[in-house]
């Protein structure tokens, strides 16, 4: 089970789209053309307040992303990190490529002087929520979905894992 993570590069742009793509479809959300999204990536790659990371499979391939943003809060009175979208390619889930991904975004948060890590979650993303809260992450707040989405209809999650 050869899996590497690491900062996503220009040339991953490709796959993070891709992902993107698989993210909007598990989401029923409709996109941007593709052209467009790799625009809009290649800006976040860029940008210092901003890390996408890849899972590389054994084959070389991209199997997955995560894309954290960095911003300085003042309810920690530093910085925090807030890991925005999670995707593992359909055929690589349930193989601890998404807790390696988390893994990774952490430890970047940690290396960035980060006080604490959040996230929201769909709160029926069951194996989700159960691997965030293994992690040590904890819901500080729930709040309603719009009932005219019907895949993400309940509630959103806010989770936090704080780092010092």
């Keep these: ?6 900062l996503a590069e220009l040339t991953d742009i490709p796959c ?3 992902g993107l793509k698989g993210f909007a479809a598990l989401l029923q959300h409709e996109l941007l053309p ?17 890390d996408f990371l890849v899972a590389i499979g054994a084959h070389g391939g991209c199997v997955g992303f995560l894309q954290q943003r960095y911003r300085y809060s003042i309810w920690v009175s530093g910085p925090e990190a807030n890991i925005e979208d ?3 390619d359909a055929r690589s889930r349930k193989k601890g490529f998404g807790r390696k991904l988390m893994d990774a ?6 290396m960035r002087g980060c006080k604490r890590v ?9 194996g989700a929520v159960k691997i965030y809260e293994q992690m040590g992450f904890s819901c500080v707040r729930r709040r309603s979905v719009s009932e005219s989405d019907p895949v993400t209809e309940g509630r959103q999650l806010f989770m936090v894992l704080t780092l010092t």
């Design 86 to 88: 999670v995707f593992v």
């Design 118 to 126: 959040t996230l929201d979650v769909i709160e029926t993303n069951y």
């Design 105 to 110: 975004a952490i430890a970047q948060a940690v």
């Design 1 to 6: 089970m050869g899996l590497s993570i690491r």
């Design 34 to 50: 593709d052209q467009q999204l790799a625009l809009g990536v290649e800006r976040l790659i860029a940008d210092e307040n901003t």
């Design 16 to 18: 993070i789209v891709v």
